[in-house]
């Protein structure tokens, strides 16, 4: 089931996105009176699951589920077909259009992409407001979860100050910042120092990426117990540890230190059970475990509960939300452009984080939440818009540039080059697919 919820999220934002998107071709195309042949979610390679013709356009949907498109007469797109091409122009057809209006009809998609994108954040912001952890209010310092992090000089209790500079308001912000950061000012027991991230820190992020990043320091609270655990019938889920041996242990982190000198000893421990502190004897295995599972994340409300965290709360008005929800957009889309800006660069490794459509698959949660679909469907949203606007012959942003260049010469690229300029656009998407898809498979044969 938890596999079903998470693929129809999936597939859903897909379909929701490319609908739009090739919707975003058409409307402009039948506004100028361009036919249009096909309006296809999916490709049909060899046939359609379902196809209906209405006018002069076919409707349908195909088996292959990796993009759509629409087919406008007079137009070399991914379809490679170019017969109609070897005829007279017609008063219909796309090359027989102005400038102008094939511009509009080309930048008709992506406009649609980042207008969605910003029409759901502004959505989200009426509809769910924002809680947030104040990242100056975390006042016992990030836990740094991952080794690479450690080696680049960051430690758990380290009070992130800024990021290249600017300070991050936002816990759950931190993160991303961190990954695109290259300079972190942090306060250390006191003193203020800089932890310079190497140039391939986004490489070696990618390639142990199993390994979790940074989060907040949260108690050890037991969620359950490994098979004949040693201590099943000494602890009990949702026991909070508070001290092992007489040392506090507030934080999950500072568990392991303590355990490590008391390996095969029994030692006391304080929880909190139902609101009572009680001291039990606990079992500490050859390898410093207690052969228990924790709680490795709360919810903020849960935080603020146990007086770790403070919860910052905004609410917005429909008016409120609009600038709140412009600014979140704004923010994601150039996020996605410093991202991009990275992966060309093949000194930072971040081409290695290049993912396909499992990639995407395996953001959605294995639960319902319209909360995180429709988050997560703006992001898409952004990045199927962006990608897009790159400069390739056979994605929207190649079309822009031939025509961009014959409003500023005045000379139309001939329809041969054109032809050709498609085919070299498609081997390059080709490739690009077959490496995102690629490092897919890769990380499910080797990571860590």
Known sequence: MDILIKLSQFLLSLSLLIILHELG?????????????KFYLFFDVKFSLFKKKI??????????????????????????????????????????????????IMLGGVTVNFILAFLIYIGMAYAYGEKYIATKDVNAGIWVQNPILEE??????????????????????????ILMGNDIEVERAGVVEHVKLPVNFLGQITENKGAGFIGLRIPFIVSGFSENSINENILQVKDIVKSINGVDTPYFDMV??????????TVPMVVSRDGKDLTVDVKVNA??????????????????KLGLYKLSKEEYSLVEAIPAGLHMGKDRVMSYFGQLKKIVQPETGAYKGVGGFKAIYDIFPQFWSWQVFWSIT???SIMLGVMNLLPI???????????LYEMISGRKPSDKFLEKAQ?????????LLLFANGNDIYKAIFSK
Request: charged share 25%; no cysteine; net charge negative.
């Open 25 to 37: 071709h058409f409307i402009p195309a039948k506004l100028f009176k361009t036919r249009v042949e």
């Open 55 to 104: 006018g002069d356009t076919v409707y349908g949907i195909g088996w292959l589920p990796l993009g759509g498109y629409v087919k406008i007469s007079g137009m070399v797109d991914e379809s490679m077909d170019t017969e109609q091409l070897a005829s007279e122009p017609q008063p219909w057809e796309f090359r027989s259009k102005p400038a102008w209006q094939r511009l509009i």
């Open 393 to 403: 012959p056979a994605l929207d942003g190649g079309h822009v540039i031939f025509l």
């Open 378 to 380: 703006a992001m898409l």
């Open 423 to 431: 085919m070299v656009g498609f081997f390059i998407l080709i490739g």
């Open 287 to 304: 390898d410093g475990k207690l052969e228990t599972y924790y709680a490795a994340a709360l919810p903020f409300d849960n935080l603020e």
């Open 152 to 177: 680049a000089g960051l430690k758990t209790g380290d009070k992130i100050l800024k990021v290249d500079g600017k300070e991050i308001v936002k816990f759950n912000s931190l993160p991303e910042a």
């Open 256 to 265: 392991a230190t303590v355990l490590e000198p008391n390996k095969g000893q």
